[in-house]
């Protein structure tokens, strides 16, 4: 049974950062993209990020660029999103998922298929 598990969030500050960890488990491919996507109360599921197999390439919603950084733990098929300069618009749940797609970059929750339970984040003062 594969399972994804996301670990890391909290409250913080406007302007603070946080980092959020994503750990998958049963190996739902042989290799396999991960990515982040996160959903405000209210509001529909939004990409945020994602990183290939190999690890050397990324993806990021333009709100992010700049100041949230994905990486990949292949061996421990472990990702992360350091998240820095944090907004209240960031406060969301954050959901960590993995992909088929491997080599190139998935930015469309379409292409994922298995989806970990979320993590919350709250910015707020």
């Known amino acids: 049974q594969v399972q994804v598990v996301e670990s890391g969030g909290g409250l913080v500050q406007p302007g603070g950062s946080l980092r959020v960890s994503c750990a998958v488990s049963g190996r739902p491919f042989t290799k396999y993209g991960m990515g982040w996507f996160r959903q405000a109360p209210g509001k529909a599921r939004e990409f945020v990020s994602t990183i290939n197999w190999s690890g050397v390439r990324t993806s990021y919603v333009d709100s992010v660029k700049g100041r949230f950084t994905i990486s990949r733990d292949s061996a421990k098929n472990t990702v992360y999103l350091q998240m820095n300069g944090l907004r209240p618009e960031d406060t969301a749940v954050y959901y960590c998922?993995?992909?088929?797609?491997?080599?190139?970059?998935?930015?469309?929750?379409?292409?994922?298929?298995?989806w970990g339970q979320g993590t919350q984040v709250i910015v707020s003062s």
């Open positions: 998922a993995v992909t088929g797609v491997a080599d190139t970059l998935a930015v469309v929750a379409a292409a994922y298929t298995c």
